[in-house]
């Protein structure tokens, strides 16, 4: 590992914004209270990586609390930091491996999640690591409030129609769908937002598919 991750993962040891594994799990279900001091409702952001969106929509909201999710602490470091120097209190970063997030919140504790251009993991192989694939589709549903919502943001075409085909074949309700964002009359203050990476797709001329969607059966 560089001495440039090394310096950020010590670093990152010592925000007050940043949880870490195993210490996530005190917070189930009370996260609002023990970690914002309120009762405010909490939205994630899951592989979050540097946090751009998490830090944005929490400028955007600070009527809500926002927690950025990645196993990354490099990544996370970039929000925390930025968070922290900005005086954003309404934000937190969690470093955890998302297959584990029913150990770190409780039934019915999420209000809404972001899921903003993750790794696709094309190969059929690699299939059961989709982040919106049934398993995880499943413990989501546990920690969402019922009347919560899903969004997603994709640069990857099959991705976006697999997990289109997912949202089907559980019956559950879309609100908004589009695959080319950018050019549809969706676009808001929060579609707006822009990670790193989407700035290189849309510099490319690469459409941005969105859906918008809830596990309230159609």
Request: glycine share 6%; hydrophobic share 35%.
């Amino acid at each position: 590992m560089g001495k440039d991750k090394l310096r950020k993962f010590a670093e990152v040891a010592t925000f007050e914004n940043v949880i870490q594994l195993d210490a996530g799990k005190e917070y189930k279900g009370k996260w609002a209270e023990k970690q914002f001091g309120n009762t405010n409702p909490v939205v994630l952001e899951l592989a979050c990586g540097k946090g751009e969106y998490t830090v944005n929509l929490a400028r955007l909201f600070p009527e809500k609390n926002f927690i950025g999710i990645d196993f990354k602490g490099n990544r996370i470091w970039r929000g925390a930091k930025t968070a922290l120097e900005d005086g954003i209190k309404n934000v937190a970063f969690l470093r955890i491996q998302i297959e584990t997030i029913l150990e770190h919140f409780g039934e019915n504790e999420i209000d809404e999640i972001w899921i903003t251009f993750p790794d696709p993991q094309p190969q059929d192989s690699r299939e059961k690591k989709r982040l919106t694939g049934p398993k995880f589709l499943d413990r989501y549903k546990i920690i969402m409030k019922p009347e919560g919502m899903m969004n997603l943001k994709t640069d990857n075409d099959g991705f976006y129609a697999y997990t289109l085909e997912q949202i089907d074949l559980q019956n559950l309700k879309k609100y908004k769908e589009t695959t080319d964002l950018y050019h549809s009359d969706l676009v808001d203050h929060v579609l707006s937002i822009k990670t790193y990476y989407e700035k290189k797709y849309l510099a490319d001329d690469k459409n941005i598919n969105y859906v918008k969607w809830s596990f309230e059966k159609r």
